[in-house]
């Protein structure tokens, strides 16, 4: 396995070089007010251990992790560490922070669901973005019991909304509903049955499954659960999940999938599995309006407040939970399709929605920006340091009921109504 010395690094964070001036671009025309960003936490292990559903779907020996099983590792703490320098060396160049000067409490706030990938992904990205600071990372005391605001649970347990919910999970399926989108990823999972050799697994021998694509499989609404799905979409789900985190990890490329993943088609196919898994069970309508409640209503009194000019809120807001949150989110506010270049997943692992608060200087209007800020599969397998010259990928999101202009800007009274109608 690959060895990153992150000790090394993160005892020089305090003392990085600063930007060179000729890295300082301004957004000339508007002022920088207020960011609040929703992040996935960072690089994590594999959920699925190697005692259970990894282990019964192939005869082959797993790599072992040095890390506890959904856990975020020491490489991804050093990852945030680096999103959070470069993130406030924007803020610092576009005017919301001083360069060298700590924050008061009433300026930034980050907050974090309450598992240990979560709160570590906070406190690593604060350490990058303020060191030296006294920024504390706000999250429920109960180490591993899912915080409300995060927790991607149904919270209706009427039949008619299980049913219209189980109707818009197969709409977004497409054609045919579960049963249909299995069809289509079949040759996904018969690609991932080829590499983990799935006809001589143990769940094979033992239990007769042993055709992945054809693996029962049903969606489950239970009141105060998170939606699920049964047979096959689970379980690619959560092989390809852990190939996928090797590769980031920095595992030898003769390790990840035992050397069977050859081309970026294939990483494509795999990863394919687990965009649709998030999609269908946490971004149909129904769904995510109803599980991304408390996080649209929480990112909308940060942002809207009746003056129009959110002088009580902090300047900067981070909030960490899962890709569940992210599905959701990117649902309820109907933001349009989009695209990652120089990535396997669309909500990738360390990725952050950042709602950005924006005044036009000639006119004082308030405007919002919506961007998807990420790290390339490259950078989070070579360890990249960000910075002004080496920056994450940035790809501006647009909101259905919210249009945008030739900047990426949407009008702030378009966008309250939109996210006023999400939060109903």
């Known amino acids: 396995m690959k060895v990153f010395n992150y000790r090394n690094i993160l005892f020089l964070l305090p003392v990085l070089a600063p930007l060179p001036a000729a890295a300082v671009v301004a957004n000339d025309g508007y002022r920088l007010e207020q960011v609040l960003m929703f992040s996935r936490h960072g690089l994590r292990t594999p959920l699925a251990n190697s005692g259970s559903l990894l282990a019964q779907s192939t005869p082959k020996k797993w790599p072992q992790w040095d890390t506890q099983g959904g856990y975020l590792t020491p490489k991804g703490g050093v990852l945030e560490s680096y999103f959070g320098k470069y993130v406030n060396d924007w803020m610092v160049n576009e005017g919301l922070f001083s360069k060298d000067k700590c924050p008061t409490n009433d300026e930034v706030v980050a907050y974090a669901n309450s598992l240990q990938r979560t709160i570590a992904t906070a406190q690593y990205f604060v350490l990058g973005a303020f060191p030296g600071c006294d920024v504390k990372v706000y999250h429920q005391p109960g180490i591993g019991i899912m915080d409300p605001t995060f927790n991607p649970v149904i919270k209706n347990n009427s039949a008619e909304l299980t049913q219209t919910a189980l109707n818009s999970m197969n709409k977004i399926a497409g054609k045919n509903g579960l049963a249909g989108l299995n069809q289509r990823l079949k040759p996904s999972y018969d690609l991932l049955a080829k590499i983990i050799d799935y006809k001589n697994a143990p769940v094979c021998l033992t239990q007769n499954h042993c055709n992945l694509a054809a693996e029962p499989s049903e969606f489950s609404l239970v009141n105060d659960k ?199």
């Open 226 to 424: 998170e939606p699920a799905v049964t047979g096959s979409l689970r379980i690619g789900t959560s092989i390809s999940d852990a190939f996928i985190l090797q590769y980031y990890e920095g595992f030898p490329l003769n390790d990840i999938a035992w050397g069977n993943i050859k081309t970026d088609k294939e990483w494509k196919m795999l990863a394919s599995i687990k965009d649709y898994y998030g999609e269908v069970l946490f971004g149909s309508p129904e769904v995510a309006k109803n599980i991304s409640a408390p996080l649209i209503n929480y990112i909308s009194a940060k942002l809207i407040s009746t003056d129009g000019h959110n002088n009580s809120q902090p300047k900067f807001n981070l909030l960490v939970g899962h890709d569940s949150n992210v599905s959701s989110i990117l649902s309820a506010l109907k933001i349009k399709a989009y695209q990652l270049p120089g990535q396997f997943e669309r909500t990738p692992i360390g990725g952050k929605i950042v709602f950005e608060r924006w005044t036009e200087k000639s006119s004082g209007k308030p405007l919002i920006k919506i961007e998807y800020l990420y790290q390339t599969k490259d950078q989070l397998r070579n360890g990249d340091k960000l910075s002004m010259t080496n920056p994450p990928k940035r790809v501006v999101l647009e909101m259905q009921d919210c249009p945008i202009d030739v900047n990426g800007f949407c009008k702030f009274d378009d966008f309250k109504k939109a996210i006023d109608a999400a939060s109903k």
